[in-house]
Nanobody, 125 residues
Framework: VQLVESGGGSVQAGGSLRLSCAASGYTYNRYCMGWFRQAPGKEREGVAALDADGRTRYADSAKGRFAISKDNPKNTLILQMSSLKPEDTAMYYC?????????????????????WGQGTQVTVS
């Protein structure tokens, strides 16, 4: 599986950004997909996840501001971020892992996620 992110950048507080993750190379149809982020000096943390049945889950910090979705014909995962805050500044990583969405939320989970994008920087000032 290959994951290629786009859409990061710099924005003022209160602004919006849309991250995209183009996925290819699937041979299994039960992937959990989502986004992690990592700020300098901090652990990588789950932001939003979408399971194979279309169920979503968000970090508390993202609820009400971020929305995860998938454009199935284009096989692209999207994270729409609004009301951005300086504390949202981080490198954002698209991720995919078979079945286990809990890996987005448990300590050490990122160590077991199987596929990662290269990351895209989001800076909010």
């Amino acid at each position: 599986v290959q994951l290629v992110e786009s859409g990061g950048g710099s924005v003022q507080a209160g602004g919006s950004l849309r991250l995209s993750c183009a996925a290819s190379g699937y041979t299994y149809n039960r992937y959990c997909m989502g986004w992690f982020r990592q700020a300098p000096g901090k652990e990588r943390e789950g932001v939003a996840a979408l399971d194979a049945d279309g169920r979503t889950r968000y970090a508390d910090s993202a609820k009400g501001r971020f929305a995860i979705s998938k454009d199935n014909p284009k096989n692209t995962l999207i994270l729409q971020m609004s009301s951005l805050k300086p504390e949202d500044t981080a490198m954002y990583y698209c991720a995919a892992t078979p079945d286990h969405c809990e890996l987005f939320w448990v300590p050490g989970g990122p160590n077991h996620v199987t596929h990662w994008g290269q990351g895209t920087q989001v800076t909010v000032s």
